[in-house]
Structure formats: C-alpha cells, structure tokens
C-alpha cells in the first residue's frame, strides 16, 4: 500500500533567519542566499520590522505561485476581509516599502487583474517580439556611438557614464517617446526616487514632467508608446492622464535601471571571472545565452513580494490567506533545474527558465527590449574592445543601490 502523502504544515521555524541577507559583492547575491535553500523550498524568514514571511527559493514553487490567483500584487486590499497587520504588500524591504509609498507602484507593478490585465494588454503590442525586432538599427546606432565616442576620448574610461547609463536611457526614451535632450529634467528625478528624503519631491517632479510632456505630444505626436497611448486609449472608459502618467514613470524608470545595472555589472562580472569575456571576444555567437547567463548570475531584482490572499498548500507547507510571501529570484536562480553551476558564471551554459524577469501575469513587459538591448551592447562592446579590462581593482569599485537594484557609481576600465 502506497505511503500516505505528506501533511501541509503552518509550523514555522522557531527563531527564522532575517531577510534580505547583504550581497558579498556588488554583483553577487550573497552566499546566504544558497544556505536558505537548505530549509526547504518553502520556510519562513524575519524581515527588517520584525514579521516573519514566507520564503519561496524553489523555482517550480516560485512559478506556481507567480501563476496563482490566490496571490496579489495590491498594495491594498479593500476585497478582503482576513487582511489584516499581517500583510506584506511590495515590503519586502525599507526600499521596496519607500517605492510603494512613494507611489512607484501606482501602475502594473501594484496591480491584480482585471486592473492589471487592463493596462498590461494597452502596452503589449508596442513590446512584442516584432515591434521590439523593428527597433534594432537605432539600437545598434546608439550602441555604437556611444562606443565611437569612449574610444575617441581614449582609455581609461568610465563605462557606467560613457556607455551602460546613457545607452539604456536613450533606448528606452526613443521607444516610450520620450525627448533625450530632457533627460537634465527626468533623470535626478529618477533617481530622487530611491532617496528616503527626496522620494515624495522627485516623484512630484517626474509627473509634472510628463503631464507636461503628454500636454506638447496631443498636440505634437511622435511614434513612442507614449504617443500610442495617446493616440489609442486617452479617453473616457479607456485610460485618463493621471493614469497614463504613471504607466509613462514605471516603464521609463524601470527599464532604465535594471538595463543599465545589467550592463555595467555585467561587465564587471565577465572581466573579474576568469575566462569569461575572452570567451566572448573569440566567439560573439556566444552572446544571446551570456545575457541569460549573466542576468540569472546577478539576480538584480533579488525578490518580489506578495501576499496570499486564500489558503496555499505549496511545498509542503501551508500558506495561510493574509500571509506574506517573499519569491527569491535569486535563490531560484540557483536551483538545480535552471543551472548545473550555481556559483559560477559561465558564458558557455546558459541557464533554463531563470526568473531574471520573474514569471506569470507580472512577468516583465519589457522582457523582449532588454534582451535585444543588452545582446547588441555587449556584442558590440566585446568586438570593439577585445582587450578591455578594469583600470582599479574590484573591490575598490563604489557601490550604491537604487531602490533594491545595486548599481556601479563608475567602472573605470582601460584597454
């Protein structure tokens, strides 16, 4: 006679370990994240203001829940009565909590269906395969100036503002419609954001900014997403500017970020682990299953947070409706089923499914640009300068984090 299955269990651990845990380094999470595995793909961790979550660090657990509707993105929850100071929201971390509250997530981020869906289907045909593919020349052409220009003001250079800043800002400006030459009026705003003190100011800026930019577009169209938008949806029973705006904010900070972040610590991570950017300047083909490989090794984004909004049975354990669930990226990044060498990056053995752009109705929408972006800056940038190498050691490097997104104040390389 088959062996009863296992009982789902609510038993939490008596004194669980805090969360997040800080990076070794600034493009590695940090080696206890691998230790948190060891718990199972489902336990429990205490966050910075004392409540305990659960953790998911299991790929397949991850997906299953990212893909179920007994879990919500809100950041309220005025449907549901078993809501109470238990619930986790986007905080997750002081930073995601200062997002939220400093209205970042007003828009697809914070959002459930039929909300979500709603927004999510207005974007999708301007970021599919095709429509992204279409993109290309301006890509390379930006690329390759921005690569033209560090060459001609000779070595040693600062990558970060000579290339994986600028590249990622003017992409995403061109494809949402955004005028570059701006970028003196969004720019400290975007980054105002991530700042506790500045948070509510740079966001007042930033939508001043649009509403006044969306303004000039009814009456000067361009062919951003933006413009689309404009031309397709603003209007009563659709979607309002208030709304439009804060679609306009999280696609244009968003894709800048994590983009340039990709970029910059990705490089740095293909200089310092041996043999790995030789092994693309000898083989550039290699490049598409490096991207993978390199977003799944620096896990950027570590970690969404989410709230159960039923009871789950997942893992082995329990999750209760009104519990908080935080889905580790990074830990199911490490997961046997997505790589066969967790802690090492390899150009070579890209990953299966890593969860760089998480998974579900959330997955990234933005996805289809980023890869296309970061597959001609790195092609380029290993074919220009075959030589490159860092001008300073590593650990000198300043660090800082925008939002929960670690991020290179420079990279001085040589070549």
Request: charged fraction near 20%; aromatic fraction near 6%.
């Amino acid at each position: 006679m088959a062996a009863p299955a296992p009982q789902a269990t609510t038993s939490t651990t008596p004194h669980p370990p805090s969360y997040p845990l800080p990076r070794e380094c600034p493009y590695r999470p940090s080696a206890g994240t691998a230790h948190l595995r060891d718990a199972g793909p489902v336990s429990t961790v205490r966050l910075y203001d004392g409540r305990t979550a659960w953790l998911v660090t299991g790929a397949a657990e991850a997906r299953a829940l990212l893909a179920d509707s007994r879990v919500s993105n809100r950041a309220d929850f005025p449907n549901y009565p078993v809501m109470d100071e238990r619930h986790l929201s986007m905080r997750a971390t002081r930073e995601m909590a200062r997002e939220e509250e400093g209205g970042f997530a007003a828009a697809l981020f914070g959002m459930d269906p039929p909300e979500h869906t709603r927004q999510r289907q207005l974007l999708l045909p301007r970021f599919t395969v095709r429509q992204v593919a279409a993109r290309r020349p301006a890509i390379q052409r930006i690329v390759d100036e921005h690569l033209d220009a560090m060459e001609a003001n000779g070595s040693p250079a600062d990558l970060v503002s000579a290339f994986a800043t600028p590249v990622p800002t003017m992409v995403v400006c061109t494809h949402l419609g955004v005028p570059y030459q701006d970028r003196t009026r969004f720019e400290p705003a975007v980054a105002g954001l991530f700042e506790p003190d500045r948070a509510d100011a740079a966001m007042a800026e930033l939508t001043a900014y649009l509403h006044q930019l969306i303004e000039t577009k009814q009456s000067e169209p361009g062919d951003g997403v933006i413009d689309h938008l404009i031309a397709n949806h603003l209007r009563p029973g659709a979607i309002d500017r208030a709304e439009l705006v804060a679609i306009a904010s999280a696609i244009l900070v968003a894709g800048t970020v994590t983009t340039s972040s990709a970029i910059a610590l990705g490089t740095l991570a293909l200089l310092t682990a041996p043999g790995q950017y030789a092994a693309l300047v000898d083989n550039p083909d290699l490049v598409p299953g490096a991207v993978n490989e390199i977003l799944r090794y620096l896990s950027l984004v570590e970690q969404l947070a989410r709230v159960a909004t039923e009871d789950i049975e997942i893992g082995g354990k329990l999750i209760r409706a009104g519990d908080g669930i935080i889905v580790s990226f990074a830990a199911g990044n490490l997961d046997p089923n997505v790589t066969t060498h967790p802690d090492r990056l390899d150009v070579a053995l890209p990953p299966t499914n890593h969860l760089a752009f998480s998974h579900g109705i959330h997955h990234c929408i933005g996805q289809n640009l980023a890869l296309l972006e970061l597959d001609i800056a790195f092609r380029a940038l290993v074919s220009r300068f075959p030589t490159l190498r860092l001008a300073v050691p590593a650990e000198q490097l300043p660090t800082y984090f925008a939002g929960d997104v670690p991020r290179l104040a420079c990279l001085p390389v040589t070549w």
